[in-house]
Nanobody, 125 residues
Framework: QVQLVESGGGSVQAGGSLRLSCAASGSITGFGSLGWFRQAPGKERERVASLYRGGYLTYYADSVKGRFTISRDNAKNMLYLQMNGLKPEDTAMYYC??????????????????WGQGTQVTVAS
């Protein structure tokens, strides 16, 4: 079972940037979809960005479009989320996730077979 470990979270001022990384313990090329999700206190887990349909398509939540970029490095078995122009409403625990099947629509939490433990992002106003 491949495991995922996130890193790169922290506390920043509004307008700042962070780059989240997700390291897989094995190959990520076997996963059909990869994504980032977040969950703020008292709220449901929501999708942020994903690579789906075998990685050929990219999805971004409307709230992060133009500010966040998802990318992968198959050689290093890594998934990234570059976050620019951070806002206080981006404050949440961020999770990377992987689905074995190549979802034909952007990943939702129920699609994921593997989750990381999460990394906290806090944006101060």
């Amino acid at each position: 079972q491949v495991q995922l470990v996130e890193s790169g979270g922290g506390s920043v001022q509004a307008g700042g940037s962070l780059r989240l990384s997700c390291a897989a313990s094995g190959s990520i090329t076997g996963f059909g979809s990869l994504g980032w999700f977040r969950q703020a206190p008292g709220k449901e887990r929501e999708r942020v960005a994903s690579l789906y349909r075998g990685g050929y398509l990219t999805y971004y939540a409307d709230s992060v479009k133009g500010r966040f970029t998802i990318s992968r490095d198959n050689a290093k078995n890594m998934l990234y989320l570059q976050m620019n122009g951070l806002k206080p409403e981006d404050t949440a625990m961020y999770y990377c996730a992987a689905a074995r099947r190549p979802t034909t629509t952007p990943m939702v939490p129920d699609d994921a077979n593997v989750w990381g433990q999460g990394t906290q992002v806090t944006v101060a106003s």
